[in-house]
C-alpha cells in the first residue's frame, strides 16, 4: 500500500499562485509515476500533470506553460507549482501514485480561484 497526503491548496485570486505539495509513503518503491487530477463540480476528472520515475513528464494542454511538475526523490514528494492562474482552474485536485499492480490516491485538495 502506498499512502498519499496532499497540501497547498486554498483561494487565490486570478493571476497568483499555489504550490500543492503530495507525500508518498508506505511501499514507494512500487510506483512508477505520481501526479495530479483534477475535479471540477458537474465535470469529469481530468489529468492535469504527470511525472515518472524517470523524470518524463506530461500536462493537461490548458496548464502547459503555467503548472509544472517536479518531484524530490529523497522526500518521496511530488510538487505542483500553478502560476498564472485562471477561474477555470478551480478543483480538487487529487495526487495519484501509480503502481505495478494498483493506483493510489490522495484525498484531495481544494484550489479556489477567485476574479
Known amino acids: 500500500q502506498v499512502q498519499l497526503v496532499e497540501s497547498g491548496g486554498g483561494l487565490v485570486q486570478a493571476g497568483g499562485s499555489l504550490r500543492l505539495s503530495c507525500a508518498a509513503s508506505?511501499?514507494?518503491?512500487?510506483?512508477?509515476?505520481m501526479g495530479w487530477y483534477r475535479q471540477a463540480p458537474g465535470q469529469q476528472r481530468e489529468l492535469v500533470a504527470a511525472i515518472t520515475s524517470d523524470g518524463s513528464t506530461d500536462y493537461l494542454d490548458s496548464v502547459k506553460g503555467r503548472f509544472t511538475i517536479s518531484r524530490d526523490g529523497a522526500k518521496n514528494t511530488v510538487y505542483l507549482q500553478m502560476i498564472s492562474l485562471k477561474p477555470e482552474d478551480t478543483a480538487v485536485y487529487y495526487c495519484y501514485a501509480k503502481g505495478r499492480i494498483a493506483t493510489f490516491w490522495g484525498q484531495g485538495t481544494q484550489v479556489t480561484v477567485s476574479l
Open positions: 508506505g511501499r514507494v518503491l512500487s510506483i512508477n509515476a
